[in-house]
């Protein structure tokens, strides 16, 4: 099972348990980490002292996934907060050649996430340069929401699109992930699941970590 990573997304933990809830999921790829700022999308989740706070806790790879304008203002402050992948959306940098160049300088793996929205070919200058192409497979701002089918497309799309350039660009993809959609998902070429509610409102959430990539590879 080595080419799936499962990354629970703390947006769906309890905040007043926030360690223990981390703790339970250190079986899992990466910890992803959902930033808001109540501009880009209609909604405020947290920030860098967070990030700062946890980091001191595990050793978890964090998966900082910007939900903000401005990313660029942003991105040396979430990498010395202990980010190890940072991921800004395409919708909110002018230049995002520069934007990568600059995380990659900070000695950070790097990730473009395309709202549903946006045409899915927005992010294919971007092949080969990114390290994961995050595809929104709900649209941001809240967990919980169910799976788009209109995502299903821009998926197989962009995994041709990876393909032809004959890259090594994970297709992440966040929102609505469960145990019943992750093998269609998987299939289509996606390497990478952030999952929120399938993880932590499940009673176990490290044996929803293993059962979702059970699932993902199943026959
Ligand atoms: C939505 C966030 C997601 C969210 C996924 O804006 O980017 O990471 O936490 O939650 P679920 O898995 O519940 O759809
Ligand atoms: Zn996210």
Same mark, same amino acid.
Request: net charge negative; glycine share 8%.
């Given at each position: 099972?080595?080419?799936?990573g499962?990354?629970?997304?703390?947006?769906?933990?309890?905040?007043?348990y926030?360690?223990?809830d981390?703790?339970?999921?250190?079986?899992?790829?990466y !910890?992803?980490?959902?930033?808001?700022?109540?501009?880009?999308?209609?909604?405020?989740?947290? /920030?860098?002292?967070?990030?700062?706070?946890i980091?001191?806790?595990?050793?978890?790879?964090?998966?900082?996934?910007?939900?903000?304008?401005?990313?660029?203002?942003?991105?040396?402050?979430?990498?010395?907060?202990?980010?190890?992948?940072?991921?800004?959306?395409?919708?909110?940098?002018?230049?995002?050649?520069?934007?990568?160049?600059?995380?990659?300088?900070?000695?950070?793996?790097?990730?473009?996430s395309?709202?549903?929205?946006?045409?899915?070919?927005?992010v294919?200058?971007?092949? /080969?340069?990114?390290?994961?192409?995050?595809?929104?497979?709900?649209?941001?701002g809240f967990g919980?929401?169910?799976?788009?089918?209109?995502?299903?497309?821009?998926?197989?799309?962009l995994?041709?699109?990876?393909?032809?350039?004959?890259?090594?660009?994970?297709?992440?993809?966040? /929102?609505?992930?469960?145990?019943?959609n992750?093998?269609?998902?998987?299939?289509?070429?996606?390497?990478?699941?952030v999952?929120g509610?399938?993880?932590?409102?499940?009673?176990?959430?490290? /044996?929803?970590?293993e059962? !979702?990539?059970?699932?993902?590879?199943?026959?």
């Amino acid at each position: 099972m080595k080419d799936i990573g499962i990354a629970p997304s703390i947006l769906a933990a309890d905040f007043g348990y926030l360690m223990r809830d981390i703790k339970a999921v250190e079986n899992a790829d990466y !910890l992803h980490i959902d930033v808001m700022d109540g501009h880009y999308v209609n909604n405020i989740s947290f /920030g860098i002292p967070v990030i700062q706070s946890i980091r001191k806790y595990t050793d978890m790879k964090f998966f900082t996934h910007l939900m903000i304008t401005e990313p660029e203002k942003y991105v040396k402050a979430f990498a010395d907060a202990g980010s190890d992948n940072i991921t800004f959306h395409v919708e909110c940098s002018d230049d995002p050649d520069s934007l990568i160049d600059q995380i990659k300088a900070l000695g950070k793996s790097a990730g473009i996430s395309v709202h549903p929205d946006t045409p899915i070919e927005k992010v294919f200058p971007y092949i /080969g340069k990114v390290d994961i192409i995050l595809v929104m497979t709900v649209y941001p701002g809240f967990g919980g929401q169910g799976y788009l089918d209109s995502s299903d497309e821009r998926i197989s799309a962009l995994r041709k699109a990876i393909d032809e350039k004959n890259a090594d660009t994970v297709i992440a993809v966040d /929102g609505g992930v469960t145990e019943e959609n992750i093998k269609h998902i998987y299939d289509m070429g996606a390497r990478l699941f952030v999952a929120g509610s399938s993880v932590f409102h499940a009673a176990d959430p490290a /044996g929803a970590v293993e059962e !979702l990539k059970r699932c993902a590879v199943s026959s």
